[in-house]
Nanobody
Framework: QVQLAESGGGLVQAGGSLTLSCAAS????????MGWFRQAPGKEREFVAV????????YYADSVKGRFTISRDNAKNTVRLQMNSLKPEDTAVYYC??????????????????WGQGTQVTVSS
């Protein structure tokens, strides 16, 4: 069974840091690109970051570039999102997602085949 499970969310003050983790089944991690999306209340789900299967390519939303870092450990079937200099506008439910192919439209959530259930990140001002 395909599974993605996020962890690491929580409450943090503005300027602080959090690291999100996503554990995936080996079936996914063997060949999938992995991404992070987020959804704030009343807003659409938006792209945050993506990393290719090899880890050689990464892309970020402009809003998080320079503050967030995506990485993966294929030996442990885990992808992480290191979030620094957090802002109140980063508050959202963060979702891990897996895509069978690294699409040129990696920011499009319809390109992802599997999703986790999400983890809440709240940044207080």
């Amino acid at each position: 069974q395909v599974q993605l499970a996020e962890s690491g969310g929580g409450l943090v003050q503005a300027g602080g840091s959090l690291t999100l983790s996503c554990a995936a089944s080996r079936y996914i991690f063997s060949s999938y690109a992995m991404g992070w999306f987020r959804q704030a209340p009343g807003k659409e789900r938006e792209f945050v970051a993506v990393i290719s299967y090899s880890g050689g390519s990464t892309y970020y939303a402009d809003s998080v570039k320079g503050r967030f870092t995506i990485s993966r450990d294929n030996a442990k079937n885990t992808v992480r999102l290191q979030m620094n200099s957090l802002k109140p506008e980063d508050t959202a439910v963060y979702y891990c997602a897996a895509a069978r192919y690294m699409s040129s439209t990696y920011y499009d959530n319809t390109k992802y085949n599997f999703w986790g259930q999400g983890t809440q990140v709240t940044v207080s001002s």
